[in-house]
């Protein structure tokens, strides 16, 4: 599936609650944080072994 991502251009969008599983496979892996009762709103993104933290 990567390689055909990657050859057609397009994405494939996965949900998961094992990121490391996938890790050896994605380009790029967006992970939702969540605070304990506080909304859905701050991103970790993990892209070729660079991590940027967006709040």
Known sequence: MHHSAHKHGKAV???THDPEEVRKYADRNIHLVRNQDSPWRCFN????????SHG
Request: hydrophobic share 55%; net charge negative.
């Open 13 to 15: 969008l996965m949900i």
């Open 45 to 52: 993104v993990h892209e070729a072994d660079q991590e940027v």
